[in-house]
């Protein structure tokens, strides 16, 4: 089976822009999770969706919104990007309570 | 918060037992302990599970202390490529609650 593929692998975008990274689950997977990762914070759980629905929401503001489609792919996107938001941004795919993670979505915010 | 505790690095030499302990004192009953790997430049790689029973499979081992407060990953024969950041985490068996990594312990092998 192929991996979870994450798309564009890197972005350099501006303050103030915004942004939509793709991920692409393992076939047959239904829930799909955000993480951020930085050097400071480490990996943070942004939100959790499972069959459409958003299941589980992490502690950041609302510039930062998910969706899953009706074939598991999943979207996210940061509005009014700021410098802090510069980081790794990884997606994962679960069957049950084992998560499969992608490589990740390199986000430099200038 | 992290629901687990680890040591922030350990060191082993190559081709020796390496045991990485995580304490997680207020698991509940429906929490897993999951163990992840990250290793330089990729997305973190799932190792094992388990919920009240030592597990063992292809990568690693992992031992569940009795109460369930701590467990210890196990690499039988650590290799180079074993160098990495490892996390313990604890995620619910209903999904009810989100996973929460820690830092985790980042794992030096000396050749």
């Known amino acids: 089976k192929a991996g979870v593929t994450q798309t564009p692998r890197y972005l350099i975008k501006t303050r103030g822009q915004q942004v939509t990274l793709s991920c692409s689950p393992i076939?047959?997977?239904?829930?799909v999770s955000w993480y951020q990762q930085t050097p400071g914070q480490g990996l943070q759980f942004l939100f959790e969706y499972f069959s459409e629905t958003q299941r589980n929401k992490g502690n950041f503001p609302g510039r930062f919104s998910g969706r899953q489609f009706s074939n598991s792919r999943s979207e996210m996107n940061v509005s009014t990007l700021e410098l802090g938001d510069s980081a790794l941004y990884l997606c994962a795919s679960s069957p049950d309570e084992t998560q499969y993670f992608g490589p990740g979505t390199r986000l430099l915010v200038l | 918060d992290a629901k687990t505790t680890q040591p922030n690095s350990m060191e082993s030499n190559e081709e020796e037992p390496v045991h990485l302990p995580c304490n997680h004192s207020?698991?509940?009953?429906?929490?897993?302990i999951h163990w992840y790997r990250q290793l330089p430049s990729q997305g973190p790689e799932y190792v094992i599970h388990g919920l009240t029973s030592n597990v063992n499979n292809r990568m690693a081992s992992l031992a569940i202390a009795e109460d369930r407060k701590s467990s210890t990953l196990i690499l039988h024969r650590a290799t180079l490529r074993d160098a990495a950041v490892y996390y313990c985490i604890l995620g619910d068996i209903n999904r009810d609650d989100k996973i929460i990594f820690g830092k985790g312990t980042r794992l030096h092998i000396l050749p």
């Open positions: 207020t698991i509940s009953g429906t929490d897993y």
């Open positions: 076939s047959g997977h239904r829930s």
